[in-house]
């Protein structure tokens, strides 16, 4: 038994066959001819709509209309279980009466109307196949059947006028009535977010969740660097999601990040994605060589990474409409790869697909929210990193904010006065790796950021920057990260009981202070390294 069956109705050139053909592409349904039908009856019947009309009118007239039904049970009996057809067209109440009831509550009626002239304009414009069609659309009409269908809209369950709408208005119009985009918006996202200034361990994070989700979604840019545990050596994305080596989810770069073609192009090859796994929006900012070297100002002043990312971002809205602003639908060997992130993300919640979109830097680093002027350029917080995807947050089911035992940021650049910002209560490796255990020489490698290769100042856990990254980003979970920088026996945890009572304690005061539960907990960089502590 088909899923669904739609019926439409309407005049000669009114756009039920445009109408069917889209419904075919964007929904997979199986499109139903009703010449077919007549040449199933009678294959040696002439293939012009005058001999068409007039079998069918025959037909009619033998079995009421049934000969419809009959022979839409014939092919409905011959495809998969729960498919969709649409059947074009219908001309007669009977008609659709017969298919009302061989088939029941799974068939919707819908007709398409249009004035004359607009009717006579579009009639002038057909080919004459696989129909040879009359030569005049006052012909067409001259058929009684054809001149008594506008009555067939009293009855309908769908009525839309052709005239004022686009042929992609009456695919959305009839796409809602049928329910086929789904009811409401289904909370299929999770987003995962930085609740510091960067470099909390999104990546090893996003890459031991990704394996649960049919989608990847990017943003930013290459100013982060998300480093993912691998052997022989890690390996760290700059424009990819974290899982992108290691899951067969489909990847997204959506429409709000920004890229630089050669390290994107490097990540691509190296992942080895085709154009069947990754899209990357055709509006996708590009970094130019001199967006990079205008950056050199805040190298020097406060330790910015210098990718272009800003300056990129600044051209994108300072140049519109002024001067050419090359995006990522112009970049041939993009081409493949390009195709809009909204559709695909739309596509995958219709169809009850998980996605997993992974924000870059950290919530202290917002442009709106982070100390000005020592931000990045762009906002951090779920809301930015939804807005840049083109998500809605009613989409949204779990936000996890990642935050690491000891806050980070760069190390403050030369010269006098200048700084990457500030932090709260700055202390030096010597004293974490007295209270850890850890080597100073193994703290100073781990401490080096992964993008510009430059050391970290590293500050005591700031309660404030945690309330406040909680408020802005009302997460659902919490994943702590580096908590063998509180002891090294951690490491060997592989529980939640085996972690230090120290460790433990520090653990429930997160979560009275975010006022979410710490899920994830990661002991170490290694592929074993988080204690999953989630009920989701």
Known sequence: MAKLIVLLSGHVASGKSTLAKLLEVEFDFHVVKTWQL?????????????????????????????????????????IEPDALVVVDAVRIQDQ????????????????????????TKRYRKRSGKPIKEFKSYTQVLRNPTEKDVPKLASAADIVVDTTRNTEKDVLIRAACHLGLYGRGYERVVDVLVGG?????????????????????????GPNAG???????????????????????????????????????????NDCDLNHRQLTIDPQVMLISARDIRKELGNVKSIGSTGQGVGAATARRILDRGINHVELAQHVKKFRPFVRPASEVIEEACRNHKKILLEGTQGTGLSLFHGSYPHVTSRDTTVAGCLSEAGISSSRVRKVVMVCRTYPIRVQNPGGAGNTSGPMSQEIKLPEISRRSGISVSELRKTETTSTTKKKRRISEFDWVLLKKAAELNAPTD??????????????????????????????????????????????????????????W
């Open 196 to 220: 510091q200034y960067g470099s909390e361990g999104k990546g090893q994070v996003s890459a031991y969740l990704s394996s649960e989700y049919d989608l990847l979604v990017r943003v930013g």
């Open 96 to 119: 659709i009466d017969g298919v009302r009831k061989g088939f029941g509550k799974i068939v919707k009626h819908i007709h398409l109307h249009a004035p004359k002239a607009t009717l």
């Open 478 to 535: 919490i994943a702590l990260t580096f908590v063998d920088y509180i002891c090294k026996k951690n490491r060997e945890a592989r529980r939640f009981e085996q972690l230090t009572q120290e460790t433990v304690r520090f653990i429930q005061e997160v979560e009275r202070v975010a006022e979410a539960p710490v899920s994830l907990i990661s002991t170490r960089f290694h592929h074993r390294s988080v204690i999953d502590r989630r009920s």
């Open 38 to 78: 007549l040449n199933t009856v009678r294959p040696d019947v002439a293939q012009d709509r005058k001999s068409l009309q007039e079998l069918g009118e025959e037909l009619d007239r033998k079995t009421n209309g049934q000969w419809v039904v009959e022979q839409l049970g014939s092919f409905v009996s011959s």
């Open 226 to 268: 998300h480093k993912v545990y691998e052997l022989p050596e890690p390996y760290t994305f700059h424009s990819l999601p974290s899982g992108a080596r290691t899951c067969t989810a489909d990847i997204v770069i959506g429409a709000g990040a920004v890229v630089n073609v050669e390290t994107l192009w490097r990540e691509i």
